[in-house]
């Protein structure tokens, strides 16, 4: 199992501790971030599809009814009257977030003229084809929104999917395994330290077999040779038992 390289020391136990407790709040919240990114993405790329088919259908109309105009009154007429038209969409872009994740809202303002050509030069087709083309104009920055939206929040999923895989299957393992690892070398330390001490203790308790002596004190030896202490033998000395004479 995989672990920090670091001394089995009380500190570096309180420390892998407070960074696990970290790394664990991290995980819960990405792991949130994560449930409602995933929920915001669903709900946004359903609707972008939705409307992307209907733009689809919108514009394949609208070229249609483009190429029926030009094939009625000829390229360069159709090229004349689009010139004409002097007005577009304005857009104005702003943004609000989802968990830290930076969703434009796109809002159009305006829109060109219905009728910027002459009725005299044109024909029917062409207004069938400004008509499909005001159609797809008026769709195209709510799409733009949510295509960007879904974009960016898949990029978001993405990076908070991997920060959470590292969290839960690298970081966490191997600050768990570090916390085992220091507090099994502690107990071993600490269970070491213990029988030490009890060993010195019992040697020092040990009873001694004899009379205690001291290390100044010489042994005794009997120097009189088993008789009486009060034995003198002096010559016209006095022995033990002898009366002293008058």
Same mark, same amino acid.
């Given at each position: ?5 670091v001394?089995? =020391?009380?500190? *570096?136990?309180l420390? +892998? ?6 790394a664990?709040?991290?995980y819960e +919240?990405l ?5 409602? !990114? /995933?929920?915001e993405?669903?709900? !946004?790329a359903?609707?972008?599809? @939705? !409307?992307?088919?209907?733009?689809? =259908? #919108? ?10 105009a030009?094939?009625? &009154? ?5 090229e ?5 038209? *002097?007005?577009?969409?304005e ?11 930076p ?10 003229p219905?009728?910027?050509?002459? #009725? ?11 008509y ?5 104009l ?8 949510? &295509? =960007? ?15 959470? *895989?590292?969290l ?8 768990? *395994? ?17 029988f030490?001490?009890k ?5 020092? @308790?040990?009873?001694? +077999?004899?009379p205690?002596?001291r ?8 120097i /009189?040779?088993?008789k /009486?202490?009060?034995?003198?033998? +002096? /010559?016209?000395? @006095?022995?033990?038992?002898d009366?002293?004479?008058?």
């Amino acid at each position: 199992m995989a672990r920090i390289n670091v001394p089995p =020391t009380r500190s *570096n136990l309180l420390r +892998i501790k407070r960074d696990l407790k970290f790394a664990r709040e991290g995980y819960e +919240i990405l792991d949130k971030k994560r449930e409602v !990114l /995933s929920t915001e993405l669903v709900r !946004l790329a359903h609707e972008a599809e @939705a !409307l992307q088919r209907q733009v689809w =259908t #919108l514009l394949r109309a609208a070229y249609h009814a483009l190429e029926r105009a030009e094939l009625t &009154m000829g390229q360069e007429r159709v090229e004349w009257a689009a010139l004409a038209v *002097n007005k577009t969409v304005e857009v104005q872009i702003r943004s609000h977030g989802v968990m830290g994740v930076p969703i434009p809202t796109v809002e159009a303002h305006g829109e060109p003229p219905e009728m910027p050509y002459s #009725l005299g030069d044109t024909m029917a087709t062409l207004d069938e084809a400004s008509y499909a083309f005001r159609e797809v104009l008026s769709q195209i920055p709510e799409l733009a929104e949510l &295509m =960007t939206s879904v974009w960016r929040l898949a990029r978001e999923l993405r990076k908070t999917q991997r920060r959470v *895989n590292a969290l839960q299957h690298i970081f966490i393992p191997d600050y768990e *395994n570090t916390v085992a690892f220091i507090e099994r070398a502690l107990e071993e330390r600490e269970r070491d330290e213990t029988f030490r001490l009890k060993r010195l203790k019992t040697k020092t @308790a040990r009873p001694t +077999i004899g009379p205690p002596t001291r290390e100044y004190e010489q042994p005794y030896r009997d120097i /009189s040779g088993g008789k /009486s202490p009060v034995y003198r033998d +002096i /010559s016209g000395g @006095a022995r033990s038992g002898d009366r002293p004479q008058r």
